[in-house]
């Protein structure tokens, strides 16, 4: 249906970004829209996402010739998703409460990770 947005631009970001990290090479637009399900956006779509994405240092994009062009990801998963962590967290009232809410949601394998990467971090800043 002409007009109506089934899916808000940051889901549509976070689907070109998933895109773009599981494959193994660089994608061209038409590529990426292929990876959607239906309904799949049009390509002017795709195109503006990716560009809103290279601005935002996403996203690099290769002009192999004017009319074909590929992209791929300039930040890995883990390093989008901590991002958006750190973000969440700056706009927090309070860190303490919550990151203390945060822990509170972790498995005791997750614990383990974040403790090893502190101590890890901890024993780098040390040297």
């Known amino acids: 249906m002409a007009g109506v947005r089934s899916r808000s631009a940051g889901a549509l970001e976070a689907l070109v970004m998933r895109a773009l990290w599981t494959a193994a090479a660089p994608l061209s637009a038409s590529a990426i829209q292929a990876t959607f399900d239906d309904p799949a956006p049009a390509q002017t779509t795709v195109l503006t996402v990716l560009s809103r ?57 997750d614990l383990d990770l974040v403790m090893d990467a502190i101590t890890s971090r901890r024993s780098h800043r040390e040297r």
Do not use: C, I, W, Y
């Open 53 to 109: 994405l290279e601005t935002k240092g996403m996203v690099t994009r290769r002009a192999l010739s004017p009319r074909r062009v590929t992209f791929e990801a300039a930040v890995s998963s883990a390093q989008a998703h901590a991002a958006d962590m750190v973000e969440v967290l700056e706009d927090a009232q309070d860190r303490e409460d919550a990151l203390m809410a945060f822990t509170d949601n972790l498995s005791e394998a």
